[in-house]
């Protein structure tokens, strides 16, 4: 399970690379059109494949996210028209509403977990049987974003010329040094966020507690939920405190509390761990998002944004195959430690690197 989540990860890693080197050049909207309609392919993969390998191979080249968010190239050029959209005051609130809308949606998602344990109790079919005909449902609802790209005006699609001198790919020796540091620490963070992919907790709860997907489905709706609300508390924060300070102080409280999961006893307090963390670990994600436009000038963006995407997607395909390797060996809970850690070392560092180059 690990190394097919990883490999789809990795697929995503890649076609992130494209977009963000290439991106500007090929077209925002092609790469939009192209990352859907190869994402509805790895679902409808998922959901015939029966063999490991061909289930590696479809969520490689089908950019299948094992996340639970979308971590793909389309996410990308998507940040990156907003950004060119909108002014730098209001750049931390657009990115709230967006990932509070991908949030949304994805809470109700989640709601469709329990279809195939539903579905078997009832005797409609066996749970292996609902559960393929859920991905296929899923493959057809990710053609949706296809009749939203078409409302797309031509100007928001368009190539941006850069503001400042260009280097390779399109940007200043000022912006790649930047986006350079961000990278690596970005890096690191997603390591730690690939020991805690979605469908890694889900094992976890399901070993650990037994707790079935007619419960996770639910528990992982409302955890989407709180994700949606904090958006606009870290919108709230920005203004205040800058960028870097809420990104630090929200997300270093959530990796702490995390690290408390692997020793409870009793589901109901795994639960309510796994909430708490779930209303502060999603503060850094529109925070993140706007200080990176904010760094980088028009004709930039596409490749900040992705090149930073990029790193971040090599950290969540390693991660899972990495989880599912450490649960063999050192027990269920390893991933969960693993991960809380390398994320607090993340949030130190970040601030140690960047608290001097605050932005609000």
Known sequence: MGLVVGLGLAGNAAATAVVAVRGERLGRLPALLVATVLSAGGLLAMALGKHAGALGLGAFIGLVNGMGRDRGPAQTVEQSVLADAVSGGERTLVFARYAFIQDLCGALGSLAAGIPALAARIGH???????????????????????????????????????????????SAETRRRVARL??????????????????VTYWFFRRFGVSGDVLGPLFFAGRILNGLSYYAADFLARRIGLIRT???????SSAVLLALPFVGRPWMAIMIFLVRESLVQMDVPTRQAYVAAVTGPGERTFALG???????????????????????????????????????????????FRHQEVA
């Open 307 to 353: 090149v930073t995407g990029l790193a971040r997607n090599v950290g969540w395909a390693a991660g899972p195959a990495l989880a599912g390797a450490a649960m063999a060996s050192f027990g269920l809970g390893a991933p969960l430690i693993a991960g809380a850690f390398l994320k607090i070392v993340y949030d130190l560092a970040l601030f140690a690197s």
């Open 247 to 253: 990104m630090v102080y929200t997300h270093l409280p």
């Open 125 to 171: 079919g066996t749970e292996a049987q609902a559960g393929r005909a859920t991905l296929a449902a899923a493959a057809v609802v990710s053609l949706l974003p296809l009749l939203l790209y078409a409302r797309l005006k031509p100007g928001a699609t368009a190539p941006v010329a850069p503001a400042a001198p260009q280097g390779s790919a399109g940007t």
């Open 183 to 200: 990278t690596g620490l970005f890096a690191l963070d997603s390591l730690g966020g690939g020991f805690l992919a979605g469908s890694i």
